[in-house]
């Protein structure tokens, strides 16, 4: 895919992978990335970056997650101060977000630990679910396992039967017939 740059509106590339793409769109990812730039004056790709791996992590991301911004003149960041440093913005951007989100959720509470306590609860929900059907399966083998030993009792339990039992039980029990022909067996004894 090539794409013929325009530098007076081209203002940043989002380079991610799948953990990002699988819960965004593309206009989704560039959006919060404009939004964080030109509303809440965020100037910091880092913490930008971050924010877009945080959002993906509340879409309930499970992927791993890398994101690198890269901005262009057109996108108009704040400049570094004469020291060659920039200023973290807390009256908006990322880190207004964070406490905005910090009292919302309480402290320490990141979009990381939150995903992970939302996957440590589909576990035990799954774990829940697993020996539920175990219970299940073993229930129904028991209850089989008693049909059967009922029916071995039943059959053993009759004595001596007469040929119509013998037939009313071969048939109900789909047994084969028994061998009627009669044989003889002959044994040579040697006398020494």
Do not use: Y
């Not at 953990?19 to 910091?44: F, H, P, Q, Y």
């Not at 993906?56 to 890269?70: F, K, P, Q, V």
């Not at 020291?83 to 009292?103: F, L, Q, S």
């Not at 004595?159 to 044994?187: C, E, L, V």
């Amino acid at each position: 895919l090539v794409h013929t740059r325009e530098p007076t509106r081209d203002e940043f590339v989002v380079l991610a992978c799948d953990g990002i793409w699988d819960r965004m769109t593309n206009r989704d990812c560039a959006d919060l990335v404009r939004n964080l730039v030109r509303k809440e004056n965020e100037s910091d790709a880092g913490l930008i970056c971050e924010e877009v791996i945080d959002t993906a992590l509340e879409l309930d991301s499970r992927d791993n997650m890398t994101c690198c911004t890269i901005f262009f003149p057109a996108a108009d960041l704040n400049v570094p101060n004469n020291n060659g440093t920039t200023t973290i913005n807390v009256d908006g951007g990322v880190m207004k977000r964070r406490i905005n989100r910090e009292r919302q959720w309480g402290d320490d509470s990141t979009p990381a630990k939150r995903a992970q306590d939302r996957s440590n609860e589909r576990r035990k929900k799954n774990r829940e679910m697993v020996a539920m059907q175990n219970s299940k399966r073993d229930k129904n083998q028991a209850r089989r396992q008693n049909s059967a030993s009922k029916e071995k009792v039943s059959a053993g339990s009759s004595g001596p039967r007469s040929a119509a039992g013998i037939k009313k039980h071969r048939s109900s029990s789909n047994m084969q017939p028994p061998n009627t022909s009669k044989t003889t067996s002959r044994t040579r004894s040697s006398k020494s």
